[in-house]
């Protein structure tokens, strides 16, 4: 992974963008406009980005997969129970 911090474009980037070999992940994208009418005003998007090697990335989100898996059968095993507490 490479973080490349707080990056600059004049190009709306797309959440997460796959190429050969890396996988970029950009958030908090938000729109920025400075200097407006002067001649060194800039009107475009900033951003966070982050460079993941693709077989990192793919197991960051089997990881992620398998957190979220567990966080459903708990939130079912509670269902469960709560469903039998309220069976008359």
Avoid at 23 to 52: C, K, L, P, Q, T
Avoid at 53 to 61: A, G, T, V
């Amino acid at each position: 992974m490479r973080d490349y911090g707080t990056v600059r474009s004049t190009v709306r980037p797309e959440p997460v963008k796959i190429d050969e070999f890396s996988v970029w992940r950009n958030s908090n994208i938000h729109e920025v406009a400075e200097n407006v009418g002067e001649e060194n005003e800039f009107v475009g998007w900033e951003y966070d980005m982050v460079r993941y090697d693709k077989n990192e990335f793919i197991k960051l989100q089997a990881a992620e997969s398998e957190r979220l898996a567990e966080q459903i059968t708990n939130i079912q095993l509670a269902l469960c129970r709560l469903y039998e507490k309220t069976e008359v």
